[in-house]
């Protein structure tokens, strides 16, 4: 029997809810495959900053090491200035344990009406790669002379032949294995004339290592649009931190509901631990009601059993979201219903066989 140990990171808001819920299904899938999950619950959160002054332990990198994989919820309350949680916990993560590859599909379910008209189910089905450790937020810069007349911040972008061609070759071994093995890199070369320069410049390298992707650039601006536009057009899409990030809240509206958008936050190489949380965020107008969507985290235990090898669960945990969603009986409301979060739970624990 496959044991794995799983580090998991309810947060702040409506984190612990979904997480809660996510365990659940992952704990009864594991078990199709014979396999056992390890939880490791930590009290890493925005209340635990307020309580003790720091997000981490001081030997809280060490301990995270030890997992095969990180399950994490969401991190922020309105009484923490939001730089601390993403300072302190989200990014350093991301950065010290390498976890180059932010993962984040976008598919229109049966049964989940898009807000765009006439889009049938899978007709919206993307994968957006992220670069995840540089790019615009790499913690480079400073202030000069805050709170006075000439004060002056200078945030500095970070790009490297290494990050970008790394994320590029990520996003085309994945378009590689894809039905329409289509690729789009976004940029803004034309305005970003070093660092986004660098990005084009690596993309047509690695291009060349792919005759059978069919690839292009796009600038962001219009990419923005055409999320909206033509959304159907996209199949693999590689963009920079900033630019995944924006884009990726678009492509789950598009899709329905940022309340299904899973994510992964992977080491291909690993060896680090790989994080998988849900997009949406603490949502502290919501937490403590029992109405969160718990599908997004539903969705990034996908993403986490895949990761670990355990298709089987994978694939059973997804078909049993997709019975959901199409059945509709069982609808929290950011889908128009009035279901609570333990019961969409126990809809997708029913399903699944």
Not at 116 to 129: E, F, N, Q, T, W
Request: aromatic share 6%.
């Amino acid at each position: 029997m496959a044991t794995f140990r799983i580090a998991v990171i309810g947060g702040d808001g409506i984190g612990p809810e979904v997480i809660d819920e996510a365990v659940r299904v992952l704990e009864r899938a594991a078990g199709l495959e014979n396999a056992t999950l390890d939880w490791n619950h930590l009290d890493w959160s925005s209340k635990r900053y307020l309580q003790t002054g720091e997000m981490v332990p001081s030997n809280g990198w060490e301990v995270l090491a030890k997992h095969d994989a990180i399950l994490f919820g969401a991190v922020g309350l309105p009484e923490v200035s939001d730089t601390i949680p993403v300072h302190q916990l989200l990014l350093p993560m991301r950065r010290k344990f390498d976890q180059y590859v932010n993962l984040r599909p976008a598919f229109l379910f049966e049964g989940v009406q898009s807000p765009l008209r006439d889009k049938a189910p899978g007709s919206i089905d993307m994968l957006v790669y992220r670069e995840n450790t540089e790019g615009e937020y790499a913690p480079i810069g400073g202030r000069l002379y805050p709170g006075t007349p000439d004060d002056i911040a200078i945030q500095t972008n970070v790009f490297t032949r290494k990050g970008c061609t790394r994320i590029m070759r990520a996003a085309f071994q994945a378009a590689a294995k894809r039905p329409r093995k289509k690729l789009t890199s976004i940029t803004k070369s034309n305005a970003q004339t070093f660092g986004m320069t660098l990005w084009d410049e690596c993309y047509h390298a690695v291009k060349a290592e792919f005759p059978q992707v069919s690839s292009s650039t796009l600038l962001v601006d219009a990419a923005a649009m055409d999320f909206v536009r033509k959304p159907e057009s996209f199949d693999v899409v590689v963009a920079s931190n900033l630019f995944g990030d924006i884009l990726t809240d678009l492509s789950a509206q598009v899709t329905g509901s940022v309340g299904l958008a899973s994510s992964a936050n992977i080491n291909p190489e690993r060896t680090f631990p790989s994080m998988f949380e849900p997009v949406h965020g603490s949502a502290p107008d919501i937490a403590g009601k029992g109405i969160a969507n718990p599908l997004a985290a539903v969705l990034s235990g996908v993403l986490l059993l895949r990761h670990l090898g355990l298709e089987k669960a994978a694939m059973a945990v997804h078909g049993a979201v997709v019975s959901v969603l199409r059945e509709a009986k069982v609808r929290t409301p950011d889908l128009g219903g009035k279901d609570t979060t333990r019961a969409m739970g126990d809809a997708v624990l029913a399903h699944l066989s």
